[in-house]
């Protein structure tokens, strides 16, 4: 994996009404078939057997000191390499540039707080991605002790 200079990567992104990558939809699937009356999905009925042809792009991401920031617990291996980067166990801040990290910290925040799926999709910049477009889907989760996580998937949409 080459080292990326990671205030460098930018993106540009539309909010979505409905996913179009076919895993994508496959994984909001699962969550809507899991979603409990809190509006959350538990990560233990996601269990990654389900999730096996979804790995390599999905991720988990958790709040930190109240949604301020969030801690990558999980980038699947697919797009730490598209990326150039190892982004598991780091924090969303050290990621990305300040741009870019406060608009994603503020979609998780959202996320969380109303309980509700978002879509983006768009390009990355700086990073030789611009002729690639994605798309991320992110979901409200809980994990085995309650708390609150993002699942999320990002796919190549030329790879549906």
């Known amino acids: ?84 980067f190892k982004a598991t166990g780091k924090l969303m801040s050290d990621c990305y540039g300040p741009r870019m990290a406060a608009e994603l910290i503020a979609l998780h925040k959202r996320v969380l707080d109303s309980r509700k799926p978002a879509v983006l999709r768009g390009r990355f910049l700086g990073i030789g991605l611009e002729h690639a477009l994605f798309e991320a889907l992110f979901l409200p989760v809980r994990n085995s002790t309650g708390g609150l996580q993002v699942l999320a998937g990002m796919y190549d949409m030329s790879e549906s």
């Open 1 to 84: 994996m080459s080292t990326v200079e990671l205030s460098t990567i930018d993106y540009e992104v539309a909010e979505a009404e409905g996913c179009l990558h076919s895993k994508n939809r496959k994984l909001l699937e699962l969550w809507l078939a899991h979603r409990g009356e809190d509006g959350t999905a538990s990560r233990d009925d996601l269990s990654p057997a389900l999730l096996v042809p979804l790995l390599g792009g999905i991720s988990v991401t958790e709040p930190v000191d109240g949604g301020k920031d969030f801690h990558f617990r999980l980038v699947g291996a697919r797009n730490e390499e598209r990326l150039g």
